[in-house]
RNA sequence: GCGCCGUUAGCUCAAUUGGCAGAGCAAGUGACUCUUAAUCACUAGGUUGUAGGUUCGAUUCCUACACGGCGCACCA
């Protein structure tokens, strides 16, 4: 921002320096409200009569000046509601204050509520008291009511600034704020869900000596003191899982994971990860409170009136789809049991790219996402995933090839993934060093070896049904938001 | 990383073939005691993303760069 205060920004510190010259503070303390505006509204009196005084406080989103009268508009979190001055009623003084006021400003005003000859509900001022003078203009558009939807003009469109200046957009968008209200109640129905069977909600360590539980590249910081690198998390997986080692059977975090992967639509490189851990349960189990847990999402986001209808139905038991009959089908023959050139030459077949350079499992997962996954609409599990692609899940019951693994897929887009936890310490050590070979033949998303959560699960683990949900995709997939941007807060972007 | 598109007033957008950079909102002054995209009159507001180049003349054409959007690649 240029230091030079364009003539608006000027304006506005001349009415400051006036007010605060009038002995009145531009900047107060608090304000005693006793109505948000929907409350307000819910006042209105039937006739013409005044109704009831309230004590409103928000910020001035629109202004209409009428000589000896002004009608303006306050806007909080709960709406926005008409507020009527008269000189003759407020007095000289008071309504002179109303001179130094801008759209933006922060006020507080009290006075009854009435229904103007329109049928308005308004509050009709005793008095104003500013609460905060603002200095810059908020690019807020004027609102009119076509046939009962409100169309906005103007506003703030530009995406990088709404993001950017989060704060503006919140500010001038009501259903931006909507959006973010949406998605807190989702992390709380979420919680209330899982605290209700009993789980605790713990807190595992971002900064990681090793990083594991996914595959991905990792943020790397350094410990001065300590001299030691190290890595921001991946997954909270392994950790919680030394928590179910250790007894706590019932475990869940909701915190951020970071990967170094470049940013698009459904990717910034912090962000929010649900996972959740129970004893003595497998996957099957976790399916069902997967769709229980989703079920409770969609009905808390749809408690947000902009919201909700764009929520979709959901009407669990999702399907179960088997990954390999899956990809078999779409691709008329068994992929498991081509040979090695067989599955490449279909792979390129169906444009999978840079094939030569692929693993073997990297080309049936490459394979599954081109013609399974991306074509998924309606919630979906996927079920029994090959062993190689899942160095963390249970082999399946009789066939060892596969794991006990489930990805649950809507829209074309991964929305869990869970298994039956591996608590077999030889074979998770076996599987780990294959991981590390994978690494040294150049992979960088191979994990190593983690002999301290080997160790952990030599004590014993028990058997454990473990679910991984991201939670900005899920609130896109409730909110039907096309770009993870916009259901983060701040999300990662470059320097102004 | 690659391709395409974009960047003009605080906000939303114009600007003909390369010929004086414009409008609406917001702002200022004035009028107006039930308006609601209030209305009316007047006023002010610009280093056209940055740096170069071509040209008598560049918002416009060319090059590079910055930032962004979309697509691709990457990313269970």
Redesign the pocket.
Known sequence: MSDDL????R??RE?LAAIEAQGVTPFAYSFERTHTAAEALALAPAG?DEGASVRVAGRLV????????I?A?LADLSGRI?L?F????MGEAAFALL?QL??GDLVGVAGPV???????I?V?ADEVTLLAKSL??????????VDGQT?R?????????R?RQRYADLAVHPEARALFVARSRLVSAIRTYLDGLGYLEVETPVLQPLYG?????PFTTTHNALDMQLYLRI?DELYLKRLIVGGMERVYEIGHDF?N???????NPEFTMLEFYEAYADYTTMMSRVEALLLRAAEAVRSVPEVAPRVPELKPPFPRISWADSLNRALGADAMAMGDAELREAARRI????VESLSRP?VL??MF?ALV?SKIDSPTFVID?PVE????AKPKRGNPAMTE?F?LFARGK?LA?AFSELNDPIDQRARFEAQARLRAAGDE?ASGVDEDYLRAMEYGMPPTGGVGIGIDRLVMYLTET??I?DVILFPT????
Not at 86 to 89: L, W
Not at 114 to 120: I, N
């Open positions: 364009n003539f608006v920004e304006a506005r009415k013409s629109a202004w209409r000046g009428h000589g000896k009268t009608f508009h008409q009527y008269r000189r003759d009623h001179e801008d759209i009435f229904r103007t000859r329109t049928g308005e308004t009709k810059r203009p908020l690019p807020l558009g004027k609102e009119e009511v169309v003009h103007g506003a703030l469109e530009d995406s990088e600034q993001s539980g996914a595959a991905a590249k997954a990967r992967e470049g940013i698009d639509r459904t990717h444009g999978v790219e840079r990297k997962d490459e996402q996954e995933y692609l899942s160095p963390l693994r990805e991964e993934n998303e096309a770009n941007r972007l470059r320097p102004e």
